[in-house]
């Protein structure tokens, strides 16, 4: 099974920046999206942004021109560039991964997830 390993959060000031990253065991070009998600206490997991294997972006309005996804195939990688950090900001922050395998069934992967909070 594909792992996906996320790592980048940690604490940061409202105003701050975080870079997450998310590394996947086996190549990405099969995954028809790969997505970042976060889940804060008490409240549903929630799409944040998403790239497509078309390269066409995602944001959720609360996040839209704060935050930047991107990927690196090469590396296996995708990257979460989060900006002007907020307060409501903070949440468990997932990678995800959808697509077809080879053997032609459907997968839903997804990290471990990282810690992102905001606070002063």
């Known amino acids: 099974q594909v792992q996906l390993v996320e790592s980048g959060g940690g604490l940061v000031q409202p105003g701050g920046s975080l870079r997450l990253s998310c590394v996947a065991s086996a190549s990405m070009l099969r995954s028809n999206a790969m997505g970042w998600y976060r889940q804060a206490p008490g409240k549903e997991r929630e799409l944040v942004a998403e790239i497509t294997k078309g390269s066409s972006t995602n944001y959720a309005d609360s996040v839209k021109d704060r935050f930047t996804i991107s990927r690196d195939n090469a590396k296996n990688t995708v990257y979460l560039q989060m900006n002007r950090l907020k307060p409501d900001d903070t949440a468990a922050y997932y990678c995800?991964?959808?697509?077809?395998?080879?053997?032609?069934?459907?997968?839903?992967?997804w990290g471990q997830g990282t810690q992102v909070t905001v606070s002063s």
């Open positions: 995800n991964a959808v697509g077809t395998s080879v053997w032609g069934r459907p997968y839903n992967y």
